[in-house]
């Protein structure tokens, strides 16, 4: 040591010099950290694969279909209508569209309340007749039914498998069949022209009855995998019911509310 300094060579001068190249670092590391903020981007990492099963069998569902009802139109009422007016059998029958809700009771098991919308209207004209202008007399039918139903869903084979202690696959097929009953509510209307066969006079007016009927069902179908909670559904269903006619239309037999639906749709499970 040479007046109070480390001489050259000496041993702690190489140990002064790294600590204080350290220091130095130390400095500049924080400065710049202060700088430009102390927020550091994680690693980007990749979200894994949904998985293709559930860890328990659903117990609900909710379905939504779609379809064409085609009705029966049979009795006194419709007799007349295709009788005096240039409609057939097939102009009662009408889009559908339906939406239910099921829960599982036992795995062969659910029970479902569903709710269900068929419309036709269409236009005619009164058969063998027209003016002193040869202008028809010209009206508009419209048929409509709104089906609550109450049911039974039965499911003669499996609905998925249980793989290890966590986790169920759902069948890719699965087919079903059912019943019960219900209330359906109904509405027949005619607006137009129509004809007094008396006087051979035309005049407007509208028509209307509608009411509420016991109705039954049948169904039966299946479904599809689509995804893990996701079913194509097919099926078919027939409705037996008649109602009370009244209105602009009483006196007439009861009218028929007999009918089958074909329809398709899908099935979401949670």
């Not at 109070?4 to 702690?12: M, W, Y």
């Not at 559930?54 to 379905?63: A, I, K, Q, T």
């Not at 009802?69 to 006194?76: P, T």
């Not at 007399?137 to 039965?154: D, I």
Request: aromatic share 14%; charged share 20%.
């Amino acid at each position: 040591m040479v007046h109070g300094k480390l001489a050259p060579g000496h041993p702690l001068r190489g140990c002064a010099v790294a600590v204080a190249s350290l220091l130095a670092a130390s400095v500049m590391s924080f400065s710049a950290r202060a700088e430009h903020g102390d927020d550091v981007a994680p690693p980007e990492t990749t979200p894994p694969a949904e998985l293709d099963f559930l860890f328990s069998p659903p117990r609900f569902s909710v379905g939504i279909r779609g379809g064409w009802a085609i009705n029966r139109s049979d009795g006194e009422i419709f007799d007349f209508l295709t009788e005096t007016l240039t409609l057939d059998r097939s102009a009662f029958d009408g889009f559908a569209a339906a939406i239910d809700c099921s829960w599982q009771l036992m795995p062969w098991l659910d029970i479902a309340v569903g709710l269900e919308l068929n419309n036709r209207t269409t236009s005619s004209k009164f058969r063998g007749f027209v003016d002193e202008f040869g202008d028809p007399a010209e009206q508009e039918t419209s048929f409509t039914q709104l089906p609550l139903t109450l049911s039974v869903k039965l499911f003669p084979f499996d609905r998925g498998r249980r793989v290890g202690q966590y986790a169920w696959i759902p069948a890719a097929f699965v087919p079903y069949f059912g019943g019960g009953v219900g209330a359906t509510w109904y509405q027949l209307k005619q607006t137009g022209e129509f004809v007094d066969s008396e006087e051979m006079e035309v005049f407007e007016d509208v028509f209307t009855s509608e009411g509420w009927a016991f109705a039954g069902h049948a169904f039966v179908g299946f479904e599809v995998k689509f995804t893990k909670r996701v079913g194509l559904v097919l099926e078919g269903r027939y409705y037996w019911a008649s109602a009370e006619i009244g209105g602009s239309f009483k006196g007439f037999a009861p009218i028929d509310l007999n009918g089958a639906r074909a329809m398709a749709g899908f099935n979401y499970k949670f």
